[in-house]
């Protein structure tokens, strides 16, 4: 493949899924710089308890943090064919280091798939999620139960809320990334490299307006 994808948009959008599903098809990694993130809080590591502060707020952490786990993880082997990424980059700055980046890997950026919901989607999806501190599985209330209420079906232990899943959080984070991610929509769309996708529907039905925009359909 030699390239990589670029997912963009709010949260509770469904990138990571789409990530996930064309991570799969493609077979080369998915990676999301949210898992990292709080893979380094839960290490406890230096980065990951000045990225925790700005997590819990729903605020989005350092370009100069966010900057140097990205490309940490970018210049792993599995990842010289190329990859499909999302939560990154979120700003223009983060994009420029990001383009570097690729330059530096040899690798061109194929694809920049933008989908978008609104806020009230992202509420209801969002508020309802419960996850797993033990064996990192994710619920869902309304759409993805689980057998026994707030109780993992995976390990027994039992499920929490993460702080930035309140509705309040969850407003203040989507106001945030319109504040500073919708410039790089802007940036990436002068390059023609945007594929814009309404992320309200199904996950399948999601999926095959991925493929189909890349089609050219």
Same mark, same amino acid.
């Given at each position: 493949?030699?390239?990589?994808?670029?997912?963009?948009?709010?949260?509770?959008?469904?990138?990571?899924t789409q990530?996930?599903?064309?991570?799969?098809?493609?077979?080369?990694?998915?990676?999301?710089?949210?898992?990292?993130?709080?893979?380094?809080?839960?290490?406890?590591?230096?980065?990951?308890n000045r990225?925790?502060?700005?997590?819990?707020?729903?605020?989005?952490?350092?370009?100069?943090?966010?900057?140097?786990?990205?490309?940490? *993880?970018?210049?792993?082997?599995?990842?010289?064919?190329?990859? #499909?990424?999302?939560?990154?980059? *979120?700003?223009?700055? !983060?994009?420029?280091?990001?383009?570097? #980046?690729?330059?530096?890997?040899?690798?061109?950026?194929?694809?920049?798939?933008?989908?978008?919901?609104?806020?009230?989607?992202?509420?209801?999806?969002?508020?309802?999620? *419960?996850?797993?501190?033990?064996?990192?599985?994710?619920?869902?209330?309304?759409?993805?139960?689980?057998?026994?209420?707030?109780?993992?079906?995976?390990?027994?232990?039992?499920?929490? !809320?993460? *702080?930035?899943?309140?509705?309040?959080?969850?407003?203040?984070?989507?106001?945030?990334?319109?504040?500073?991610?919708?410039?790089?929509?802007?940036?990436?769309?002068?390059?023609?490299?945007?594929?814009?996708?309404?992320?309200?529907?199904?996950?399948?039905?999601?999926?095959?307006? #991925?493929?189909?925009?890349?089609?050219?359909?």
């Amino acid at each position: 493949m030699n390239g990589a994808f670029v997912f963009l948009g709010p949260p509770a959008s469904g990138k990571g899924t789409q990530a996930k599903l064309l991570s799969e098809r493609l077979k080369v990694p998915h990676i999301s710089l949210g898992d990292i993130l709080r893979e380094a809080v839960r290490a406890g590591t230096d980065e990951g308890n000045r990225a925790k502060s700005f997590m819990d707020a729903g605020k989005l952490v350092p370009d100069e943090l966010t900057i140097s786990l990205a490309k940490e *993880r970018f210049a792993r082997s599995d990842c010289k064919n190329g990859f #499909i990424v999302d939560g990154f980059p *979120r700003t223009l700055k !983060q994009a420029e280091a990001f383009e570097s #980046i690729l330059g530096e890997c040899g690798i061109e950026l194929s694809s920049v798939i933008y989908i978008t919901i609104p806020v009230d989607v992202a509420v209801s999806r969002l508020s309802g999620r *419960r996850s797993c501190k033990k064996c990192g599985a994710v619920y869902h209330s309304e759409f993805n139960p689980p057998r026994k209420l707030d109780v993992c079906d995976r390990c027994g232990e039992k499920l929490y !809320q993460r *702080r930035d899943d309140t509705e309040e959080v969850i407003k203040t984070r989507f106001s945030v990334y319109e504040k500073e991610t919708l410039p790089l929509v802007r940036r990436y769309g002068k390059s023609g490299k945007l594929k814009e996708i309404d992320g309200s529907a199904s996950v399948d039905e999601v999926r095959n307006a #991925i493929e189909a925009a890349g089609r050219g359909k």
